[in-house]
Nanobody, 123 residues
Framework: QVQLVESGGGLVQAGGSLRLSCAPSGRTFSSYHMGWFRQAPGKEREFVAAITSSGKNTYYANSVKGRFTISRDNAKNTVFLQMNSLKLEDTAVYYC????????????????WGQGTQVTVSS
């Protein structure tokens, strides 16, 4: 069974940093593009960042550009989201996703999803 397991979430003060990790199991995801999405209470799931299978191309939501960095280590089958200068509005459940084709900016472009990890930014 394919699973994506996120870790690294938690409580952090505004201006702080967190690094999320996503470790797929049951399958090698080196040929998949990977993405991070987030969902705040009462809001729709929104795109945060994505990276192509090779790792050569990355994409970001305007709201996180310059603060978040997505990367991957295919040898370790792990994807990371480094989050710096965190803001209150970054509070959400963050989801890792993997896909083979489709638009990287939309949930429909992904086939597998993790269970999510909570990120809470406090003032």
């Amino acid at each position: 069974q394919v699973q994506l397991v996120e870790s690294g979430g938690g409580l952090v003060q505004a201006g702080g940093s967190l690094r999320l990790s996503c470790a797929p199991s049951g399958r090698t995801f080196s040929s998949y593009h990977m993405g991070w999405f987030r969902q705040a209470p009462g809001k729709e799931r929104e795109f945060v960042a994505a990276i192509t299978s090779s790792g050569k191309n990355t994409y970001y939501a305007n709201s996180v550009k310059g603060r978040f960095t997505i990367s991957r280590d295919n040898a370790k089958n792990t994807v990371f989201l480094q989050m710096n200068s965190l803001k209150l509005e970054d509070t959400a459940v963050y989801y890792c996703a993997a896909g083979r084709s489709g638009n990287l900016y939309y949930p429909s472009g992904y086939n597998y999803w993790g269970q999510g990890t909570q990120v809470t930014v406090s003032s």
